[in-house]
Nanobody, 120 residues
Framework: QVQLQESGPGLVKPSQTLSLTCTVSGGSITTNYYYWSWIRQTPGKGLQWIGHITYSGSTYYSPSLKSRTSISRDASKNQFTLQLSSVTPEDTAVYYC????????????WGQGTQVTVSS
């Protein structure tokens, strides 16, 4: 059973960088051919895919967030990390890390989600 757990600050000031880590257990993030994604949910906009890092370490980001997003991984710790720079209150959301079976597939495992609020 794969489990994902998000961790990071729940409050970030405007213009700062949001940083979240997803710790995976029950499976390796380097196993073919899984994709590991970050998704967020806001009350007004619903679910928004942010980007992913693949089993081989390749990354792909949502075009609307690409200029501010970086996803990296530490395979030795079986973790992957989201960094979102220059945050504004519009980045306030519940952030989820997920696993997908490949490009375009729906996530089959989700973390429980973590609330991040951007406020001074």
């Amino acid at each position: 059973q794969v489990q994902l757990q998000e961790s990071g600050p729940g409050l970030v000031k405007p213009s700062q960088t949001l940083s979240l880590t997803c710790t995976v257990s029950g499976g390796s993030i380097t196993t073919n051919y899984y994709y590991w994604s970050w998704i967020r949910q806001t009350p007004g906009k619903g679910l928004q895919w942010i980007g992913h890092i693949t089993y081989s370490g390749s990354t792909y980001y949502s075009p609307s967030l690409k200029s501010r997003t970086s996803i990296s991984r530490d395979a030795s710790k079986n973790q992957f990390t989201l960094q979102l720079s220059s945050v504004t209150p519009e980045d306030t959301a519940v952030y989820y890390c997920t696993r997908q079976g490949g490009w375009g597939r729906l996530p089959d495992y989700w973390g429980q989600g973590t609330q991040v609020t951007v406020s001074s």
